[in-house]
């Protein structure tokens, strides 16, 4: 549905109203313009009428000084005569120029006058006319807006209620499809139904069935668990009193002075040749070695041996910046000294504050006799199938 809109012709009252105030403007541009022109003229007439006035004036002193000058030969009465009879004419001729400039003056003050006075009525009724025209116009755009929403709102509820009847012949459609898929799917429902209650209840005797076995093994492998453990354990004991598998302890102790820092450890003299110390980071760390060998003769051709290798190492956090370079190390019966200067105060810079590292829980760790045997076991696997 379209809306027409109000007709643009040349005809039509609104047209004609913007027309006549165009044309009104137009005439008020004109006469503006005739004015200015005038006033123009006028300037130019009064200054034409002075100028005429000045040359005749410098004519007449022209004529008036070559008489006075002829004049002045015949005596100085002549020469009053004249000048009482140029005096006269000047008076004369500045009263006719006077009158003619004041008349004309007045002709156009009066042409100003009567032609703003007629542009000023055209104007008023250019105005009356645009307004008539344009009441009409509005008069005439109100009917037509009335008689187009009186169509609309009938055309309107035609429309609702041909909707109203199609949405109402869908509905009816959709129910009865909606009651045969309804239908369809109760049917589908209860063959569904029937089908997975008899794979679950094979299903359910199947799993029973693996189970019971899984419970077997399991109870059979529980019990050979339980005695690898007891024999691991018990070898487990034994090696703890084993002073082989013992922490050494160096009974170190770390001592900072003004100028250094001195560790001290107990180190045995037959091992001190084997004792080392480094710096890393900010870390002062001594380590070392061990080995003994040993081998006994049973009986000849029959003997037995061991031969035994440990290392260790011990690490202490300093404080201050040191000169790794001048680190000495000393023995003292069987003790070790190890001294490790400090550098020099204007050197140090504070470390970077270190991020602690997440705690980790691991399980502890058992020596490689206690490992149990990997033992392979055909474990039936469960698996639940999606019942179609």
């Given at each position: 549905?379209?809306?027409?809109?109000?007709?643009?012709?040349?005809?039509?009252?609104?047209?004609?109203?913007?027309?006549?105030e165009?044309?009104?403007?137009?005439?008020?541009?004109?006469?503006?313009?005739?004015?200015?022109?005038?006033?123009?003229?006028?300037?130019?007439?009064?200054?034409?009428?002075?100028?005429?006035?000045?040359?005749?004036?410098?004519?007449?002193?022209?004529?008036?000084?070559?008489?006075?000058?002829?004049?002045?030969?015949?005596?100085?009465?002549?020469?009053?005569?004249?000048?009482?009879?140029?005096?006269?004419?000047?008076?004369?001729?500045r009263?006719?120029?006077?009158?003619?400039?004041?008349?004309?003056?007045?002709?156009?003050?009066?042409?100003?006058?009567?032609?703003?006075?007629?542009?000023?009525?055209?104007?008023?009724?250019?105005?009356?006319?645009?307004?008539?025209?344009?009441?009409?116009?509005?008069?005439?755009?109100?009917?037509?807006?009335?008689?187009?929403?009186?169509?609309?709102?009938?055309?309107?509820?035609?429309?609702?209620?041909?909707?109203?009847?199609?949405?109402?012949?869908?509905?009816?459609?959709?129910?009865?499809?909606?009651?045969?898929?309804?239908?369809?799917?109760?049917?589908?429902?209860?063959?569904?139904?029937?089908?997975?209650?008899?794979?679950l209840?094979?299903?359910?005797?199947?799993?029973?069935?693996?189970?019971?076995?899984?419970?077997?093994?399991?109870?059979?492998?529980?019990?050979?668990?339980?005695?690898?453990?007891?024999?691991?354990?018990?070898?487990?004991a034994?090696?703890?009193?084993?002073p082989?598998?013992?922490?050494i302890?160096?009974?170190?102790?770390?001592?900072?002075?003004?100028?250094?820092?001195?560790?001290?450890?107990?180190?045995?003299?037959?091992?001190?040749?084997?004792?080392?110390?480094?710096?890393?980071?900010?870390?002062?760390?001594?380590?070392?070695?061990?080995?003994?060998?040993?081998?006994?003769?049973?009986?000849?051709?029959?003997?037995?041996?061991?031969?035994?290798?440990?290392?260790?190492?011990?690490?202490?956090?300093?404080?201050?910046?040191v000169?790794?370079?001048?680190?000495?190390?000393?023995?003292?019966?069987?003790?070790?000294?190890?001294?490790?200067?400090?550098?020099?105060?204007?050197?140090?810079?504070?470390?970077?504050?270190?991020?602690?590292?997440?705690?980790?829980?691991?399980?502890?760790?058992?020596?490689?006799?206690?490992?149990?045997?990997?033992?392979?076991?055909?474990?039936?696997?469960?698996?639940?199938?999606?019942?179609?």
């Open positions: 549905m379209s809306i027409s809109s109000p007709s643009n012709s040349d005809d039509s009252p609104l047209f004609k109203a913007y027309s006549a165009r044309e009104a403007s137009r005439r008020i541009e004109s006469a503006g313009q005739s004015v200015k022109d005038a006033q123009t003229a006028a300037q130019l007439s009064l200054e034409r009428v002075q100028d005429t006035f000045e040359k005749q004036n410098a004519a007449e002193s022209a004529r008036n000084q070559l008489a006075l000058q002829n004049q002045q030969l015949k005596g100085y009465e002549q020469v009053r005569d004249l000048q009482r009879s140029q005096q006269t004419d000047l008076r004369r001729l009263t006719s120029g006077e009158k003619e400039l004041s008349q004309l003056s007045d002709y156009y003050t009066k042409s100003k006058i009567n032609l703003e006075q007629s542009s000023r009525q055209q104007l008023d009724q250019a105005q009356r006319q645009s307004q008539i025209a344009l009441d009409e116009t509005q008069k005439k755009n109100t009917t037509d807006l009335e008689n187009f929403k009186t169509q609309s709102r009938f055309e309107l509820q035609n429309e609702i209620e041909k909707s109203e009847e199609l949405l109402k012949q869908q509905k009816e459609a959709q129910l009865k499809e909606y009651d045969k898929l309804k239908n369809n799917l109760e049917l589908n429902s209860s063959l569904s139904k029937n089908r997975f209650d008899e794979k209840n094979n299903t359910i005797q199947q799993h029973k069935q693996l189970l019971d076995d899984i419970e077997t093994r399991a109870s059979e492998q529980v019990r050979e668990i339980r005695e690898n453990t007891s024999k691991q354990l018990s070898n487990y034994n090696r703890l009193e084993d082989f598998y013992k922490l302890n160096l009974q170190a102790e770390l001592n900072e002075t003004s100028n250094a820092f001195i560790l001290t450890a107990q180190i045995p003299e037959h091992e001190q040749e084997h004792i080392s110390t480094s710096i890393k980071g900010d870390n002062l760390i001594i380590s070392g070695y061990r080995r003994n060998e040993e081998t006994q003769e049973i009986e000849p051709g029959h003997s037995q041996g061991t031969s035994t290798f440990q290392t260790f190492h011990e690490s202490f956090p300093l404080s201050w910046p000169d790794e370079n001048r680190l000495t190390k000393e023995f003292a019966g069987n003790q070790v000294i190890i001294r490790v200067p400090k550098k020099n105060q204007y050197a140090f810079k504070t470390p970077p504050p270190k991020t602690p590292e997440k705690l980790k829980v691991e399980h502890p760790h058992l020596p490689a006799a206690l490992t149990a045997p990997v033992q392979s076991h055909n474990i039936p696997t469960l698996e639940l199938k999606t019942l179609e």
